[in-house]
């Protein structure tokens, strides 16, 4: 520890900020490497936005939609800026009214119904939601904001088309998320909801969804270390760690998966930094409170198996787009309800029961080795 601490003694705050956080991921096995900057912006920070923005589709005007419905929460954080707001919903309003076409072009037949459901109820969402603005309701806008978020995200999931890239085949002995599955878990504190990514994470999605279907976590204690920004959990009673397979017998080893901005697949068993890309980030980063990530041995990018963590978001220690979390360990998803509990769970508490409440249909099952 103390060779460690002389190498970073002359980097700057952010890096040191970083070394604290590297102590409380001691439990995930994490020891920090070399950092490498990457390109300074403004995070998206809300799961469920990232969710939206990862799925696999190519339309420009839903994305637009999307984004001006996300400006309205900066504009109410800014001094409430009801211009710029009223400004926001005529820009969804457009979308909405001169560029259905377009929106129902990424739509296959079968959905277009449903969608075009759901255009007009954003429409009616629109009306009522600039009635709010214009009596400046701060609550009523947030609420409405949400809710016609979440019929966007609905009208994205209907232009999903398909599973967008093969597996490779070495993997086609762990079960595989063709999709996204949504997962409830049940504490000693509350509950929390979860969203999983196989569109970014297919065989880590699906290997959690796996065991949860096993009711392998059911019982489980939590580990977090005081002051530590990570709960983690996966770990059965006992001296094995991971997950012993009882069809083989064997540790169900699982790889290091990344999907970065831009590639048509993910890149597995090697770090972004390790293959030289500084400065590509993941479809799937820690920028947001209750990241849900894949544990592993430090040294091991292939060794994770049952163990995963909720990243505690905390901005100071991980500035937009400067951490030394992405690329390095596979996100496959995040906390959209229940978030107050994370701040509640600690060392010791439980998970009582996790369920697959929607998706399980996207579960592929291990093809024999």
């Not at 060779?3 to 096995?29: A, C, E, P």
């Not at 088309?161 to 063709?178: A, G, W």
């Amino acid at each position: 520890m103390t060779k460690f601490l002389q190498r970073w003694r002359k980097t700057n705050l952010i890096v040191l900020l970083l070394v604290i956080l590297s102590w409380s991921l001691s439990t995930v096995w994490w020891t920090p490497v070399s950092w490498a900057a990457l390109p300074a912006g403004n995070a998206i920070t809300d799961g469920k936005s990232l969710l939206q923005y990862a799925l696999p589709i190519d339309n420009q005007p839903v994305r637009q939609l999307q984004a001006s419905l996300e400006d309205i929460a900066t504009q109410l954080r800014a001094n409430r800026r009801w211009g710029a707001m009223s400004s926001d919903l005529s820009k969804a309003s457009t979308v909405l009214n001169d560029r259905v076409k377009e929106l129902l072009a990424s739509v296959p037949p079968s959905r277009q119904p449903q969608a075009q459901a759901l255009i007009a109820d954003l429409k009616t969402g629109i009306a009522s939601l600039r009635e709010s603005v214009d009596a400046k309701d701060k609550n009523q806008i947030w609420e409405g904001r949400a809710k016609l978020l979440n019929l966007v995200g609905q009208l994205e999931e209907f232009m999903v088309q398909r599973f967008p890239f093969e597996v490779p085949p070495e993997y086609s002995n762990l079960p595989q998320l063709k999709g996204r599955a949504t997962v409830e878990m049940t504490t000693n504190k509350g509950n929390i909801t979860l969203v999983v990514d196989g569109y970014s994470a297919p065989v880590t999605a699906g290997n959690f969804v796996d065991l949860v279907q096993r009711g392998f976590y059911n019982g489980l204690e939590f580990i977090r270390q005081e002051d530590s920004y990570v709960l983690q959990i996966g770990d059965p009673p006992g001296p094995e760690q991971g997950f012993i397979d009882p069809k083989t017998g064997k540790y169900r080893a699982i790889p290091l998966e990344v999907l970065a901005k831009g590639d048509p697949a993910p890149t597995y068993g090697i770090t972004l930094e390790d293959a030289g890309r500084y400065r590509d980030q993941p479809v799937l980063p820690f920028s947001a409170y209750g990241t849900v990530a894949m544990a592993r041995p430090e040294f091991e990018p292939n060794g994770g198996s049952s163990q995963f963590f909720f990243f505690l978001f905390e901005p100071e220690l991980t500035p937009a787009g400067r951490n030394l979390l992405d690329g390095r360990y596979t996100v496959f998803g995040y906390v959209t309800e229940g978030k107050e509990v994370l701040e509640k769970l600690k060392a010791g508490d439980k998970v009582e029961s996790a369920k697959v409440v929607q998706g399980i249909d996207n579960l592929v099952e291990p093809q024999a080795a």
